[in-house]
């Protein structure tokens, strides 16, 4: 209720801005937009450029006098970048599909079951966000390599299985699931793991949204333990990918600028398409109180 109450205070403050004010508000933010997605308009304007332009000349020209798509064609027909793409999607489908399982499992007993050393395991789980991954990159790798998962899909997301940030998010959310629904659901005579997937997992729908898009933006982008795991060519996504543009001897700014843009646009459509997912659910709304 106080929440509530505080939104729509700042609602009746935003409606009573003078014309000048919101002139100035709508301003700013504009500017600090085109200055986060300058890179992003470079970017696009170098892959479309033609090779006689001049992409580091000051001040820089976004839009191409003589716009073509010859650097997307050319980096697609002389690299493998469909087997790029389809190396990536497939790791990045199975990073997410295994990490939700996992982590909502994991999450599942800490946040509504009962037993003894349940704070103490989740403590110990979120302590481990502050190790960085430089540190626990070669143990990972040792395994990896013991396990046969060396050039493997498999090898490439073992360490995005599961994730202590997955398991806490998805803990917070399970815990927001009000107890109603849970204790209707046991007196119909579900099991545990019937409560897990009929009636918690839907609740928590705008948690798994998240969590989602954050792993499959981390698998889709992730370059170092790829180029550690991987040495096939068969095997490399779409990163390795783009890096593999700059050889030895010449680099082409407009080639990697295109192989870069068609590494980004798959990333930049699936948010656009699940963003309108990541809503609050009432699920509290079926309860009676």
């Known amino acids: 209720m106080k929440l509530r109450l505080k939104t729509q205070g700042v609602g009746r403050r935003a409606r009573g801005l003078r014309p000048y004010e919101t002139l100035l508000m709508y301003g700013l933010l504009s500017a600090i937009a085109i200055i986060m997605l300058f890179p992003l308009f470079w970017l696009i304007g170098t ?168 792993v499959f933006i981390g698998s889709w982008s992730d370059f170092l333990w790829p180029l550690i795991v991987i040495d096939r060519p068969e095997y490399y996504t779409l990163p390795l990918g783009v890096a593999s543009l700059a050889g030895t001897f010449s680099l082409d700014w407009r080639l990697i600028a295109a192989g870069s843009v068609i590494s980004i646009a798959p990333v930049l459509l699936l948010f656009l398409f699940m963003q309108r997912y990541i809503v609050p659910t009432e699920v509290s709304s079926g309860v009676k109180g």
């Open 47 to 214: 892959a479309l450029k033609s090779p006689t332009e001049n992409i580091f000349q000051f001040p820089p020209q976004l839009l191409p006098s003589q716009p073509t798509l010859q650097n997307f064609i050319t980096v697609w027909q002389t690299n493998p970048f469909g087997s790029y793409l389809f190396n990536s999607t497939v790791v990045a489908v199975l990073a997410v599909s295994l990490n939700l399982l996992f982590c909502s499992l994991a999450a599942y007993p800490l946040a509504r079951l009962n037993f003894r050393g349940r704070d103490l395991i989740f403590s110990v789980i979120v302590s481990t966000i502050m190790i960085p991954f430089q540190i626990v990159m070669i143990p990972l790798y040792i395994l990896t390599v013991q396990l046969g998962l060396r050039n493997t899909y498999l090898g490439i997301i073992f360490p995005e299985i599961a994730s202590a940030f997955g398991i806490f998010l998805l803990r917070q959310a399970f815990q927001g699931v009000p107890k109603e629904l849970e204790e209707a659901a046991r007196m119909d005579g579900c099991s545990e793991l019937g409560l897990w997937w009929y009636v918690m997992l839907p609740s928590i729908r705008p948690a798994l949204m998240t969590l989602a898009i954050f």
